[in-house]
């Protein structure tokens, strides 16, 4: 699958997402999503993307961050890895929550 194609799915993925999907994949990304609602979290994400695809020098390059990204929106990660991203996504949304309230 070409490079453009395999981005145009992995974005349809991301907006398909719930948010504590889209938070796991913007940790993942280093991207702050936190107070925004659904569809700004996927607009922040696939920027992030499109800017880190901008900064590859090669297809293969390209393709390997989508496929990483691919395997983490579809749960395919070693279960070590995923649990380790699910729970500190979860905490940080916790504490975001602590924060919003006060």
Known sequence: MKTEK???????QICGLDMEGNTVLAV???VDVEGQRKL???KKIREKIKADLEQCETAAAQK??????SKIISGNLPSLEAEILLIYSLN???ILKKKNRS
């Open 40 to 42: 700004r979290a996927c």
């Open 64 to 69: 390997q961050i989508l496929v990483k990204l």
């Open 92 to 94: 940080r949304v916790k």
């Open 6 to 12: 395999f981005q145009l799915a992995l974005e349809g």
């Open 28 to 30: 993942e990304l280093n």
